[in-house]
């Protein structure tokens, strides 16, 4: 659906994108990540057509960025990071001015508004205005008036910033839906726990050079780190199973030994083939792999708090 090679952009002597290729399937949910300044918002801005790039092909959804950038917006939509909506208006006045806005058919228009205010679980709130509602019903207001179009592509920046818990997971499952029904989703966010649980594919960027790409738990298994703990009913057990396991770690306390884990299933499996081939039984085991903070704090040098967006 998205197709870029050697996308290169300068501000001057600053150079923002250092030939970056994408590849992005329809109906994905793609996420960026890197740090500020990395060219996240640049990309986007380009493949929007807000930008133009200095150097590279890009193409959308079969169409030609540069040759064809009319053709891009008639299948694209752009949910910014703050609300693009207006709060004088009700909530089916802002969809209703997207619609002429967009010179929908008249006739289908009504239809449109009305079926996206009960998509998105508005069509209570439909005759009220905007200022009256809360921070989630806004996000979802602004995305229902980015699918008025029908676009076949959507450029989320940070869709859930500012959101409470429980509007941020209500607003993941509507961003799964999209994306279930065909919907390309290109996905920006500071958490990266958003990433991790909705993007199909990842992509680090920093300095404007893509450093990582794949996906969560592809990223996730590129930084040492993983371990499994292992927890025994005595130290007799505890003792033989250092005998037979490479160890990280003891804690003669909880009776509980740490070994190495690179998230494979077969070395998982290995390491119980072991421990039952010595005959030593264990109480418990618990799994901890590295999370995308780790890659991103490996891969760009820094933490990714407050750095992602």
């Known amino acids: 659906m998205i197709a ?9 002597g600053n150079v923002v994108l250092d030939g970056i290729d994408l ?7 793609f996420s960026m990540l890197g740090p500020n300044g990395a060219g996240k918002t640049t990309t986007v801005r380009i493949l929007s057509t807000l930008v133009r790039p200095d150097a590279g092909q890009v193409s959308i959804a079969g169409h030609d960025l540069i040759t064809q950038p009319h053709a891009v917006r008639a299948v694209i939509g752009v949910t910014g990071q703050f609300s693009a909506v207006d709060n004088l208006l009700t909530g089916e006045e802002n969809l209703a001015l997207m619609a002429g806005l967009l010179r929908l058919d008249r006739r289908h228009r009504r239809t449109r508004v009305a079926r996206l205010l009960d998509q998105f679980e508005l069509t209570e709130a439909a005759g009220k205005p905007v200022s009256t509602y809360s921070g989630g019903m806004r996000r979802r207001l602004d995305l229902a008036m980015t699918l008025v179009g029908r676009p076949r592509v959507i450029f989320l920046d940070e869709p ?3 959101l409470d818990p429980r509007s941020r997971r209500a607003m993941w499952d509507r961003i799964r839906d999209l994306a279930a029904a065909g919907i390309t989703i290109f996905l920006t966010t500071q958490y990266l726990e958003e ?7 990842i992509v680090v960027l920093d ?10 738990e592809e990223l996730k298994r590129r930084v040492p ?21 490479e160890t990280t770690g003891r804690d003669d306390d909880t009776l509980a030994l740490q070994v190495p884990y690179d998230g494979d299933v077969r070395s998982l499996r290995a390491l119980l083939d072991r421990l039952g081939t010595a005959a030593v039984e264990i109480e418990s085991l618990s799994v901890h792999t590295p999370d995308l903070d780790d890659v991103f704090l490996a891969l760009t040098g820094r933490s990714a708090t407050l750095e992602v967006s």
């Open 225 to 245: 780190g993983g371990h499994i703990r292992l927890q025994f009913g005595d130290i007799a057990g505890l003792a033989a199973a250092e005998q037979v396991l």
């Open 160 to 162: 859930t910033t500012g």
């Open 4 to 12: 870029a090679t050697g996308l290169r952009k300068s501000f001057g």
């Open 23 to 29: 590849d992005i399937a329809e109906g994905s949910i």
């Open 207 to 216: 300095h404007g050079s893509i450093v990582a790409q794949g996906t969560a």
């Open 195 to 201: 990433a991790d649980r909705l993007a199909d594919r």
